[in-house]
């Protein structure tokens, strides 16, 4: 999908002032130790080979809650390729929102950069907590229809609980100030009724919805959810890049059976590791959307000529491996407000019967004045600016795409392609969001973000392309949405639930390998999924816990 030269441009300077504001931002209150670190630990520290109950690749959103569970009564290993979060002013504040997916490189930023083909830049987690410590902290439960269309047969009772357990430990009630409070405010006179108030559930109307930032700023992540653990049954093993699952021919009372017997992984100085599964243990993907359908392919798992045509030996044919993949497209504008704001990452959201989600956030931006001003003595100083932006993002999508190698090095971004609004619903919801955005715009509550000119007309003052001027106009509507299509990082699929894993998550045709992230999801759970993911992770935790108790 290609884009005019101006709007890139314009994208090219808004983010350099960002990442210019970003290089000033404050350092968060500072925070306690928290106890999980005491079993984490550098991977070049772990032995040559050991053997674990359960392996979990990729402490993330999911892994994390998921380790935190099982090893209540099984010994556990986590795996993740990055580092630890703690301790870094930019992870850890949502002042250094922008500089953590702004400061990338290629192999140990806490964020890896990616772009699909269709020229989206995008970002994946590479830090203990994954996504969850690098996003903008909004929390969110799933909505109902993706109870009920995501091929799980979910116990609701056992789904609340390991929501409430997550939230316990790491969501807060978000401050609203001006520029969310006149959101809220602006959506009401829009029609997206009722006002909710506070709540964590997904429910149409205006809600104000839990954050994992504190009232102090701090960032919360999945990996707080590790506190939760034995700390006798479990190691968390950092830098730890899994390059392949060990997968063996064993015998079963019906034949033979392909099963995961452990994985192979390297150290931060390159040093090879066997970590392998004992008597009824299981190898656990939870590397996320990127990482899980990639390292599937590169130890044999999914479409036998693909596989063949890399020279990669075949272990077992799953031809959906990196289909059905999905982004969830974003289209918002920007705007510099007359008056400074404060930070404020995503807190409101107004929830359309259309099937659209509008949400914005504010960022101030700080950046050095010339060295010596024209009229004044005075040394150079600070200049703070505010951006604000107002933007949605679409439920579903229906559109679909698909991932495939870019290499046989699992350090290396697989090739994505998202397909952005290749079904036509997809771009009627982003239509739909556009005009509910510029009604908000048009909203009382928002004129006081208007410049006055000097007829005493109001107007805002925009960064990047503003509305179309006719919002009635469904073809420039349209050609909006796909011109100015971004990412609001919700991507998910490539291991789908009826596609890849059954309804327990496990991988089809191999024996104690389960897949636990956002790749199985067939359809986004509502606003925001880091509220489902790291309930998924306790919930399939407190699953197999139950059934591995049970009589044989």
């Known amino acids: 999908m290609a884009r005019p030269s101006r709007l890139c441009f314009l994208h090219v300077v808004f983010f350099w002032v960002l990442l210019r504001a970003a290089l000033s931002s404050p350092r968060p209150h500072a925070q306690e130790e928290p106890p999980y670190l005491k079993f984490v630990l550098n991977a070049t520290d772990f032995p040559m080979e050991d053997y674990y109950d359960y392996i979990i690749v990729g402490g993330g959103t999911a892994g994390c809650p998921l380790a935190a569970t099982l090893s209540q009564s099984y010994r556990v290993l986590v795996l993740e390729r990055g580092g630890v979060g703690y301790g870094d002013p930019n992870l850890m504040s949502q002042e250094g929102f922008i500089r953590t997916l702004m400061e990338v490189d290629a192999f140990r930023s806490p964020a890896q950069a990616f772009t699909s083909e269709e020229g989206v830049p995008n970002a994946r987690g590479r830090v203990l907590g994954g996504s969850s410590a690098i996003n903008a902290g909004f929390y969110s439960r799933a909505d109902s229809y993706f109870l009920h269309h995501s091929g799980v047969d979910w116990d609701l009772g056992a789904v609340n609980a390991s929501y409430a357990w997550v939230e316990k430990a790491v ?117 996320g959307t990127i990482g899980s359908p990639q390292l599937l392919l590169l130890s044999g798992v999914g479409p036998r000529p693909y596989l063949s045509y890399w020279g990669i030996p075949v272990a077992h044919h799953l031809p959906f491996v990196g289909q059905f993949l999905y982004d969830n497209p974003r289209n918002g504008i920007s705007i510099v407000p007359p008056m400074p704001l404060e930070h404020s990452l995503i807190q409101v959201v107004g929830i359309t019967k259309s099937g659209a989600y509008i949400e914005a956030a504010s960022n101030v931006i700080s950046f050095a004045s010339p060295a010596r001003a024209v009229f004044l003595h005075t040394p150079s100083s600070m200049l703070n600016v505010t951006v604000a932006t107002l933007m949605g993002k679409i439920a579903g999508p229906l559109s679909s795409g698909s991932l495939r190698l870019a290499s046989t090095d699992v350090r290396i971004n697989p090739i994505v392609r998202f397909n952005y609004f290749s079904k036509l619903v997809d771009l009627e919801r982003c239509i739909s969001s556009t005009r509910k955005i510029g009604e908000v715009l048009r909203s009382h509550s928002l004129d006081y973000f208007k410049f006055r000119d000097w007829y005493g007309n109001r107007e805002f003052a925009y960064v990047g392309p503003p509305l179309p001027a006719d919002l009635s106009n469904s073809t420039a509507m349209a050609e909006h949405c796909r011109r100015t299509v971004t990412t609001i990082w919700h991507y998910h699929g490539g291991c789908v639930v009826g596609k890849v894993v059954d309804k327990e998550f496990q991988v089809l045709g191999v024996n104690a390998l389960r897949i636990v992230d956002g790749s199985t999801l067939n359809v986004s759970p509502g606003t925001n999924p880091q509220a489902t993911l790291m309930m998924l992770g306790r919930y399939v935790g407190l699953k197999m816990r139950k059934q591995r108790s049970r009589p044989k």
């Open 171 to 287: 969501v807060f009630r978000p401050k609203l100030r001006s520029w969310q409070s006149a959101i809220r405010d602006g959506l009401l006179e829009a029609g997206v009724n009722p006002s909710n108030g506070f709540t964590f559930n997904h429910v149409v109307g205006t809600k104000i919805g839990g954050s994992t930032f504190d009232k102090l700023g701090r960032r919360h992540t999945s990996a707080d959810l590790l506190s939760y653990a034995k700390p006798s049954n479990i190691r968390v093993g950092i830098h730890a890049t899994v390059e392949r699952v060990l997968l063996a021919s064993t015998s079963s009372h019906s034949g033979p059976k392909l099963s995961a017997t452990g994985v192979i992984y390297r150290d931060q100085v390159g040093r090879y590791h066997h970590a392998m599964v004992r008597s009824h243990g299981e190898v656990i993907l939870s590397a």
